[in-house]
């Protein structure tokens, strides 16, 4: 027998070929790719691209109704070399993932897919389909997301019952914390695999659209994320309301099945002038905003691997974040952390840092080679193809 060749040479062997080698993968559980409507999105869009390119076949199984924050954009068949199939979606809040879920798992089951990828724990939940018809199974977990404040009652239940049928079920499991990798063992016994998400260098652009909010370099604290309860939002807008300081707080993000929290942030925001809600950002303005904050915070209580935050250090800010593992693990003793939960430690951080530019600064300069040394979306995928 001749010797056994490694994942990344099988990698490179077969890069730009389809044939006895190829790999046929279904990705489910996202919303739409290509889209930066969550994690989620990103993390398939990102294995996805490159997984072709190496000569293998993806189909993504998109929600109909191809929307972006209320904008309805062109329907694709392919992207990037990508196949993308629509599935069947009642677009009603809760029902929405369960549905496109469902359909997406049945059709990939009854094709002659080799690998179907299942992201987050709710589309999990259908993952005995696969099981029942001798397909192999692969999880991502990309958080405890029946942990999340906005699931209560049978939701809460049917992401829950998603995780143990990922146990039940899926050949391989694979996580994004090494607290999530914990816990699996804890509670289940499961082994499973520990694969972070990845990076890519960003381009580090002027402010000039961000303008239009009276933005300019370093003039602005800033979140970047969906606005749910689980990401801590109430925890900043309290905490700054009580700083005096002449920059602004930015809050940018999409409101995702939390219309009722979204309206409490303003309502709590309101009579602070210095604090501005975006709305959903993507493109340039996503870029500008990361490029020219003073500070990156993240005051989640909740987190799977926060990707937001990867991508901040990686456009060299300094990053207050809260002292939950998944924080932690990610900027190490490349930045700041408060208590979680705590309104007056985040505020004390934060006056801190506002007083201390010598120390942002410092933070700012060890941030991106930092992080995009640590992470690599090249490095995830040949990771995932040797799960495969």
Known sequence: MGEKKNAPEMGREIEGKKGENTVRIAMIGH???????????????????????????????????????????????????VKIKEVFTIERKGLAAMTSSLFATLSASFSNYNIIHIHAEGPAFFSFIPHLLHKKVVVTIHGLDWDRAKWSGFAKWYIKQGEKNAVKYADEI????????????????RETKFIPNGLNRPVIREADEIKKWGLEKDNYVLYLGRIVPEKGEHYLVEAWKKIESDKKLVIAGGISDTAGYGKELKELAAGDDRIIFTGFVQGQ???????????????????????????????ENCCLVSDIDECKEVIEDKGVTFQRGNVDSLREKLE?????????????????????????????????????
Request: net charge negative; proline share 3%.
């Open 31 to 81: 919303k739409h790719i290509p889209s930066r409507e969550g994690g989620i999105e990103v993390v398939v869009e990102e294995l996805s691209t490159r997984m072709v390119k190496l000569g293998h076949s993806v189909t993504c199984f998109n929600r109909k109704g191809r929307h972006v924050s209320g904008g309805k954009i062109e329907k694709l068949k392919e992207y990037k070399g």
């Open 174 to 189: 694979i996580v994004l914390s090494q607290g999530v990798k914990e816990y699996f063992r804890k509670e289940y016994g």
């Open 285 to 315: 303005v996503l870029e500008e905003l990361y490029s020219n904050a003073y500070i990156y915070c993240l005051p989640s209580d909740l987190e799977g691997m926060p990707l937001s935050l990867l991508e901040a250090m990686s456009y």
């Open 352 to 388: 801190w840092l506002i007083n201390h530019e010598e120390e942002v600064e410092k933070y700012k300069s060890e941030a991106s080679p930092f992080i995009t040394e640590k992470y690599n979306w090249d490095d995830v995928v040949e990771k995932t193809m040797r799960v495969y």
